[in-house]
C-alpha cells in the first residue's frame, strides 16, 4: 500500500509559534499513522522563491495539503473574517479565543467550505500587531505623517493606516523582506513574533507598541484531499487540528513577553510603550473606518467579540 502523502506549508522559520504548531500537527499523525504517511513540513515557502499568499493557492491546486497563512487572505470569499480586520477593536485575546472556540468559530467554518475549496481546521493566534521604523519615534498620528509603512494585502488595513497618518504600501511579506534595506519602505506592522523572526530589528531602530490589530492566522485544508483520505485519518486530521490549535494558542499567550526580551537586548532599539491618554487619539482617528464597516457588517459579528 503507498503511504499517503500530507505536504503542510508556511512562510516562517522552525522556531515561529506558527512552525511548532505545525510541527506538532505532523508529529500527533506520524505517532498514530507511523508508515502509512508521509508527513512533509514545508515551513517556509518564501525560501522556494514563493510568496506567502501563494500558500491557500497551493493548497487549492493540490500542491500542499494544508497551510497556514492569515485570515486576512479569506475576507472576499468569506466576508465574516472582516471584523477580524478593524482596528483597535479586539481588545484582549481572551475574548477573542472565546469566539472561535464558540459561535463565531463554526460560522467561520460554515463560510470556508460553502464559499472555498479549502476546510478550515483552525484559527491560530497571531497576536496584536504594533509598528515600527526607521526614521524616527512614533507617539502621536502626527508621527506617522509621510511614514511609507508595509502592510498586508488589505484595503481594510490600508484605510486605517491611511487614517492614523501613515502612507501604506499594501505587499506580500516576501516584498517587504527583499527590499527591508532600501528606500521603499519607511516602516511595517506586524506582530512581535513576525517582526523579531523576519529580523526586522536590526534595519528598524523604532518600535511603537500600537496593538492597533489583532491578527488571527488560519489553519486549511484541501477539501478534496480530505475527503480522499480513510475515516480514520480524516478523524486524526480534525483532532490533530483541534491539539495543534490549543498548542498555538498556549505559545502565543507567552510569545510577546519572550519577544519583548529579546527586543530589549537589541543595540539602539528604542521601544515604545503608549500611555492610554497617548494611544487614544489612534483610536479616535481611525473611527471613521470602524464606522463604515459597522454598517456594512451583521451587528452579530460585533457581538462575537464584544
Same mark, same amino acid.
Given at each position: 500500500?503507498?503511504?499517503?502523502?500530507?505536504?503542510?506549508?508556511?512562510?516562517?522559520?522552525?522556531?515561529?509559534?506558527?512552525?511548532?504548531?505545525?510541527?506538532?500537527?505532523?508529529?500527533?499523525?506520524?505517532?498514530?499513522?507511523?508508515?502509512?504517511?508521509?508527513?512533509?513540513?514545508?515551513?517556509?515557502?518564501?525560501?522556494?522563491?514563493?510568496?506567502?499568499?501563494?500558500?491557500?493557492?497551493?493548497?487549492?491546486?493540490?500542491?500542499?495539503?494544508?497551510?497556514?497563512?492569515?485570515?486576512?487572505?479569506?475576507?472576499?470569499?468569506?466576508?465574516?473574517?472582516?471584523?477580524?480586520?478593524?482596528?483597535?477593536?479586539?481588545?484582549?485575546?481572551?475574548?477573542?479565543?472565546?469566539?472561535?472556540?464558540?459561535?463565531?468559530?463554526?460560522?467561520?467554518?460554515?463560510?470556508?467550505?460553502?464559499?472555498?475549496?479549502?476546510?478550515?481546521?483552525?484559527?491560530?493566534?497571531?497576536?496584536?500587531?504594533?509598528?515600527?521604523?526607521?526614521?524616527?519615534?512614533?507617539?502621536?498620528?502626527?508621527?506617522?505623517?509621510?511614514?511609507?509603512?508595509?502592510?498586508?494585502?488589505?484595503?481594510?488595513?490600508?484605510?486605517?493606516?491611511?487614517?492614523?497618518?501613515?502612507?501604506?504600501?499594501?505587499?506580500?511579506?516576501?516584498?517587504?523582506?527583499?527590499?527591508?534595506?532600501?528606500?521603499?519602505?519607511?516602516?511595517?506592522?506586524?506582530?512581535?513574533?513576525?517582526?523579531?523572526? *523576519?529580523?526586522?530589528? #536590526?534595519? &528598524?531602530?523604532?518600535? /511603537? $507598541? !500600537?496593538?492597533?490589530?489583532?491578527?488571527?492566522? @488560519?489553519?486549511?485544508?484541501?477539501?478534496?484531499?480530505?475527503?480522499?483520505?480513510?475515516?480514520?485519518?480524516?478523524?486524526?486530521?480534525?483532532?490533530?487540528?483541534?491539539?495543534?490549535?490549543?498548542?498555538?494558542?498556549?505559545?502565543?499567550?507567552?510569545?510577546?513577553?519572550?519577544?519583548?526580551?529579546? *527586543?530589549?537586548?537589541? #543595540?539602539? &532599539?528604542?521601544?515604545? /510603550? $503608549? !500611555?492610554?491618554?497617548?494611544?487614544?487619539?489612534? @483610536?479616535?482617528?481611525?473611527?471613521?473606518?470602524?464606522?463604515?464597516?459597522?454598517?456594512?457588517?451583521?451587528?452579530?459579528?460585533?457581538?462575537?467579540?464584544?
Amino acid at each position: 500500500m503507498s503511504k499517503i502523502v500530507i505536504k503542510f506549508g508556511g512562510y516562517q522559520n522552525p522556531a515561529s509559534i506558527h512552525n511548532r504548531a505545525a510541527a506538532r500537527f505532523g508529529e500527533l499523525l506520524k505517532k498514530q499513522f507511523g508508515e502509512r504517511i508521509d508527513f512533509q513540513l514545508i515551513g517556509n515557502v518564501l525560501d522556494l522563491g514563493r510568496q506567502s499568499g501563494d500558500l491557500p493557492k497551493m493548497v487549492a491546486s493540490g500542491e500542499l495539503s494544508l497551510c497556514y497563512i492569515s485570515s486576512v487572505r479569506f475576507t472576499d470569499p468569506v466576508p465574516e473574517f472582516k471584523v477580524l480586520e478593524l482596528p483597535f477593536l479586539i481588545k484582549d485575546r481572551a475574548t477573542v479565543q472565546r469566539a472561535f472556540a464558540g459561535e463565531f468559530g463554526k460560522l467561520l467554518q460554515q463560510r470556508m467550505a460553502e464559499n472555498t475549496p479549502h476546510k478550515l481546521l483552525g484559527v491560530w493566534d497571531n497576536g496584536f500587531r504594533h509598528v515600527t521604523n526607521k526614521v524616527r519615534p512614533i507617539r502621536t498620528p502626527a508621527d506617522c505623517k509621510g511614514l511609507k509603512i508595509r502592510c498586508q494585502v488589505s484595503e481594510m488595513h490600508v484605510e486605517a493606516l491611511q487614517a492614523m497618518g501613515f502612507e501604506p504600501i499594501s505587499v506580500d511579506v516576501k516584498e517587504f523582506v527583499d527590499g527591508i534595506d532600501g528606500p521603499r519602505f519607511d516602516g511595517q506592522e506586524n506582530p512581535l513574533t513576525n517582526t523579531y523572526n *523576519f529580523g526586522v530589528q #536590526k534595519f &528598524h531602530r523604532y518600535q /511603537t $507598541l !500600537t496593538g492597533h490589530l489583532f491578527g488571527a492566522t @488560519v489553519m486549511i485544508c484541501n477539501q478534496e484531499h480530505y475527503k480522499s483520505w480513510p475515516a480514520d485519518l480524516q478523524a486524526a486530521v480534525d483532532e490533530a487540528g483541534r491539539e495543534a490549535t490549543r498548542y498555538q494558542l498556549e505559545l502565543a499567550a507567552a510569545e510577546d513577553a519572550e519577544m519583548l526580551a529579546k *527586543f530589549k537586548l537589541v #543595540k539602539d &532599539h528604542e521601544i515604545i /510603550t $503608549l !500611555t492610554e491618554a497617548e494611544r487614544a487619539p489612534f @483610536v479616535a482617528a481611525v473611527q471613521p473606518v470602524l464606522e463604515k464597516y459597522r454598517r456594512e457588517l451583521d451587528p452579530k459579528l460585533f457581538a462575537y467579540l464584544a
